[in-house]
């Protein structure tokens, strides 16, 4: 079968534009359609996508391999980072591998003085959200040692001991000192409360108050109110025999009116502890604040630390974005002069 001119041209040869049918334009209705479903895509929607996006405008990450800590409990987030380089991609718009490098040498230093700053938060949360326990032992700890001074024994002071070497007036007014600290926290208000209702309840059941007692109260009244001590010493069991050896009688009445009146002078002081009580809280709560406003800032070698490395960071910052702006002058054929490189040493 032979065929004709016309089809062996049509086999030899592509078709040509006029012998081809014409594409049918698009209609504008077509085209907004179009727009409006490319408006509706919200990017990728899997982990791996996203990170994928993230790193798009990153040519060489080479230096986010390191600084951004992806594991343990400072963890960072490498996304957070992306964006970042990716933003100051935009703003610089770098050419090439090295203005490239600098972008992401100017990223990394924000990146590290925003660490530095999260680390000065962390120095003063350190000592913000340990104060109220920190504040209470020591509070405690004054208290106590104070207990415990007060309760030894006398010999604890013997002539073996260097003690004894203080003046006694000096031993005295440490002593007052001890009692006004009992009174300035909780532990102490608590202690000199029980001692006081010790003395009342012996007061009710046998009528005096014990020897042992009396002297605790006086050791921790004594500087205080040396009134309520004396007397407190004289509420002794009632004397067996009198001074002049007769059979001592004990009045009834006079016995009951005695008892009254130390009781009497025991629930003042147990108000006037109350009233203490009000005062610490009162104290302990201006203390707070005041030690919430001091520790508001790092303590002095963590400040100097912070300080020293933010310097540190900023003077490779400016490097680094001066190299950029000197690269991209020249890049776009302005006379850039060379940096002045000034020696401050001493001449040799």
């Not at 041209?9 to 049918?21: G, M, Q, R």
């Not at 009000?278 to 070698?301: I, K, N, Q």
């Not at 933010?310 to 850039?336: I, K, S, T």
Request: aromatic share 6%; hydrophobic share 35%.
């Amino acid at each position: 079968m032979s065929l004709s001119e016309p089809q062996k041209k049509n086999f030899s040869t592509p078709p040509s534009p006029e012998d081809s049918p014409r594409r049918r334009p698009v209609s504008e209705r077509k085209i907004q359609a179009n727009r409006r479903n490319a408006l509706r895509s919200t990017g990728p929607k899997t982990a791996r996508g996203k990170r994928t996006v993230a790193r798009n405008a990153i040519k060489h990450g080479l230096l986010a391999l390191e600084v951004v800590i992806t594991a343990g409990d400072g963890k960072e987030s490498l996304e957070q980072f992306h964006g970042l380089v990716e933003r100051l991609c935009e703003y610089y718009e770098p050419l090439g591998v090295v203005e490239e490098s600098l972008v992401q040498t100017i990223a990394v230093c924000w990146w590290r003085k925003a660490r530095v700053i999260r680390a000065e938060n962390g120095e003063i949360r350190k000592r913000l959200d340990t104060r109220a326990v920190d504040r209470a032992l020591r509070d405690s700890d004054k208290a106590n040692l104070v207990l415990a001074v007060a309760n030894m024994e006398l010999g604890f002071f013997s002539r073996e001991n260097l003690a004894d070497k203080i003046p006694l007036m000096d031993q005295w007014v440490a002593m007052q000192r001890g009692q006004t600290t009992l009174r300035t926290h909780h532990a102490g208000l608590k202690y000199l409360r029980a001692l006081l209702e010790r003395a009342k309840t012996e007061m009710a059941s046998d009528g005096y108050i014990s020897k042992q007692t009396r002297g605790t109260i006086f050791c921790e009244f004594g500087f205080w109110d040396y009134l309520f001590a004396l007397q407190c010493m004289h509420a002794g069991p009632p004397a067996a025999t009198a001074e002049n050896g007769s059979s001592g009688v004990v009045d009834d009445k006079e016995a009951e009116k005695k008892r009254a009146a130390v009781v009497a002078f025991i629930d003042h002081q147990l108000e006037r502890i109350n009233t203490f009580k009000d005062y610490a809280v009162e104290r302990e709560g201006v203390t707070g604040d005041a030690e919430a406003r001091a520790f508001s800032l790092p303590p002095a070698d963590a400040t100097d630390k912070l300080l020293r490395y933010e310097a540190h960071l900023d003077r490779q910052l400016y490097r680094a974005m001066d190299q950029l702006e000197r690269l991209q002058r020249q890049r776009r054929g302005e006379n850039v002069p060379p940096p002045l490189n000034i020696n401050l040493g001493r001449r040799t």
